[in-house]
């Protein structure tokens, strides 16, 4: 039972996977920023940050965000993309290529690498953010057993 649980947890970190297509910012989706300036997904990941992106609904993230910049000293920093306010999807681009649900997020490394998938918002998700991110910067190594 145990060895599942540790699946289910570890399925969905790209990182531990062989280097493939989808660890990529696959959704290079055209939305609208604050200012209603056209702008890509990839432009929303800073170079010395990661960028958290999520849909209406996923505002949740925020505070297991700040929580892990705060561990970390790591800005990680936050889009809400299709709400009523912030980063828009006029046409759909990025509901469309996000891989997961609207509540759900996509945790993209300052290399604009994926490190992580949340399908959906749900209290684990968030209680985990925190250490994948710190897994990411390596200050923690991979659980004994895991595939690296």
């Not at 999520?54 to 970390?72: F, L, N």
């Not at 828009?88 to 649900?101: F, I």
């Not at 509540?103 to 998938?117: E, S, Y």
């Not at 994948?132 to 895991?146: D, K, N, R, T, Y």
């Amino acid at each position: 039972m145990q060895r599942e649980d540790s699946r289910d947890l570890d399925r969905d970190r790209v990182p531990r996977r062989a280097a493939c297509a989808s660890s990529i910012v696959r959704p290079l989706a055209l939305a609208h920023g604050h200012d209603g300036v056209p702008v890509f997904s990839l432009d929303l990941v800073g170079d010395l940050c990661f960028a958290l992106l999520t849909g209406a609904g996923g505002e949740g993230w925020t505070q297991p965000a700040a929580e892990a910049s705060a561990r970390t000293g790591v800005p990680v920093r936050v889009h809400v993309i299709g709400g009523r306010e912030g980063v828009t999807d006029p046409y759909g681009e990025w509901a469309a290529l996000r891989e997961v649900e609207t509540t759900g997020c996509v945790l993209v490394r300052p290399d604009r690498q994926v490190a992580w998938r949340s399908p959906r918002y749900t209290m684990d998700g968030a209680r985990q953010l925190p250490a994948v991110i710190e897994q990411a910067l390596g200050l923690h190594p991979a659980a004994a057993g895991s595939p690296s």
